[in-house]
Nanobody, 116 residues
Framework: QVHLVESGGGLVQAGGSLRLSCAAS????????MGWYRQAPGKQRELVAR???????NYAASVKGRFTISRDNAKNTAHLQMNSLKPEDTAVYYC??????????WGQGTQVTVSS
């Protein structure tokens, strides 16, 4: 079992920055990738960024060049640095950990609101 706790969400003006953090605990040895997803009202949850245990990253086209995902394996944390935020980035952001044997885990979510 893996437990994820997100932090760092909040309200920011367009053009501003936020840094989200996701702290993992429990069976962390089984985690091979971590990612950030978001869900805006009335929309499906979508991938924002993902990083493998080897450091390979991939991003949604809408955030490429503005967001950076990183991972600190020693501290069992993942971060999402979000720059040049836009109102359309407003959503609940969720951390997801993919683990061995097809298991995956979600955090509780953190609200990000970008005002115009």
């Amino acid at each position: 079992q893996v437990h994820l706790v997100e932090s760092g969400g909040g309200l920011v003006q367009a053009g501003g920055s936020l840094r989200l953090s996701c702290a993992a605990s429990g069976s962390i040895y089984s985690i091979y990738s971590m990612g950030w997803y978001r869900q805006a009202p009335g929309k499906q949850r979508e991938l924002v960024a993902r990083i493998s245990d080897g450091g390979t990253t991939n991003y949604a086209a809408s955030v490429k060049g503005r967001f950076t995902i990183s991972r600190d394996n020693a501290k069992n944390t993942a971060h999402l640095q979000m720059n040049s935020l836009k109102p359309e980035d407003t959503a609940v952001y969720y951390c997801k950990a993919e683990a061995a044997w097809g298991h995956y885990y979600w955090g509780q979510g953190t609200q990000v609101t970008v005002s115009s």
